[in-house]
């Protein structure tokens, strides 16, 4: 069973920068990171789970990204260290919110919430 777990998150400024990290571990026998779609998903209280950006298997390798973000944040997947990751510049505080990444059984983008595993998420706060 893969697990993920996030990290990266903080405090930081509006038009300062993150970096999010996906590590995935439990991967099955013979498979690699490439072989999996990995996901970023965002909550803020009080609104709806927001799907932010997802890479595909390496057999597609197409990256998706919600409008909002397009042009600020970028995605990649380092296979090495089992980590995708999520580059966040030019922050707006409409950024703030608690960030997942998580993965199905499809392997491909987009990810489905529904059939989904998640990480316990991690904490962004974009604030002056």
């Known amino acids: 069973q893969v697990q993920l777990v996030e990290s990266g998150g903080g405090l930081v400024q509006p038009g300062g920068s993150l970096r999010l990290s996906c590590a995935a571990s439990?991967?099955?026998?013979?498979?690699?990171?490439?072989?999996?779609?990995i996901g970023w998903f965002r909550q803020a209280p009080g609104k709806e789970r927001e799907g932010v950006s997802c890479?595909?298997?390496?057999?597609?390798?197409?990256?998706y990204y919600t409008g909002s973000v397009k042009g600020r944040f970028t995605i990649s997947r380092d296979n090495a260290k089992n980590t995708v990751y999520l580059q966040m510049n030019s922050l707006k505080p409409e950024d703030t919110a608690l960030y997942y990444c998580a993965y199905d059984q499809t392997n491909v983008c987009p990810i489905d919430p529904d059939f989904a595993s998640w990480g316990q998420g991690t904490q962004v706060i974009v604030s002056s």
């Open positions: 890479i595909s298997s390496s057999n597609d390798g197409s990256t």
């Open positions: 439990g991967l099955a026998s013979g498979f690699t990171l490439d072989d999996y779609a």
